[in-house]
DNA sequence: TGAAACCCTGAAGCCACTCCAGGGTCAACC
DNA sequence: GGTTGACCCTGGAGTGGCTTCAGGGTTTCA
């Protein structure tokens, strides 16, 4: 099978394979006399399996772990149960935070309800109020949800 | 004021300053002789102001567009109205969308209690057998929240 | 005098892709 | 035989919001 058809029964676009062999998820496949990937149906079940965990939103370091876990099937399985009991943790997490921004969203939204001069909107003024106010105090501002998703280690 | 007093009385790395400088977030401050940036209040206020809508989870290119908006003191303030609705539902979809998910991993964890070989782990089984499941119906796999937050226009 | 703390610039790295340029290959059609 | 269009290849750059690094200069304090 080759490149686009997989793509096509995964649903996923043929860059994105090319990408997932190169990071190592997926095994390279076999090549054709002209170059053209020649993909089978361990590749196929193995692309569906990192889409599905994707969907799940896991990084494809977990996912890594996960097929790595896999090709050692006597191994003991608490890695795989720290690992989803790690990211369901975080994903609570995530949901608490973006649901206090939702609050303070809202909130901020009731403050001007229909058109003014920029001068006079609540929006912008409360924004600006806040802001100023937070200086002030020495108390700096914690940064939300998603913008520091404790990426990098490095 | 130095960028290291600035960094401390906004809670912001220093580098973080010189980045919003570099995007145009900030203005350029003054220099000292030795080249050292010197920033004053305009800049303390302003950035405050960053940081409090970043913790609100804007991206910069909105709070260039509310900063924008706040120097036209006489125009209609409905494009700031319209980003904050446009915020508060990006972010309610990101809200409803993990709290499926949570559900999702909350299912697939139950699946294995304690501890026991990988090859009889309910969790990974499961995600196997799903991710196959899905190639044979050609039904394909919906990534999750966060992956694909609409950033690539181009 | 020397060490530590601060500052500078420019570039590269993180994540998970996505898109592009500039080419090769292949089948169908005229 | 030529052309069109769909597919494939590689390598590199771009996305957002920083963070880290390399390799220097400056200031401050003991």
Do not use: W
């Amino acid at each position: 099978m080759r490149i686009g058809e997989l793509a096509q029964s995964c649903c996923v676009d043929a860059d994105t394979i090319r990408f997932y062999e190169k990071r190592g998820l997926l095994p390279p496949p076999q090549r054709q006399s002209n170059g053209y990937r020649s993909f089978d149906t361990q590749h196929v079940e193995r692309l569906a399996f990192i889409r599905h965990c994707r969907a799940l939103d896991m990084s494809l370091a977990e996912i890594q772990r996960l097929l790595d876990a896999g090709s050692h099937p006597d191994a003991d399985c608490g890695d795989i149960n720290a690992l989803i009991d790690n990211h369901l943790d975080t994903l609570r997490q995530r949901i608490a935070s973006m649901q206090a921004l939702e609050q303070q969203l809202q909130a901020l939204r009731s403050r001007c309800g229909e058109h003014r001069a920029v001068e006079a909107c609540g929006i912008l003024n409360e924004l600006t109020a806040v802001a100023i106010g937070s200086v002030s105090d020495g108390a700096g501002v914690e940064i939300g949800p998603g913008a520091d998703d404790g990426a990098g280690e490095r």
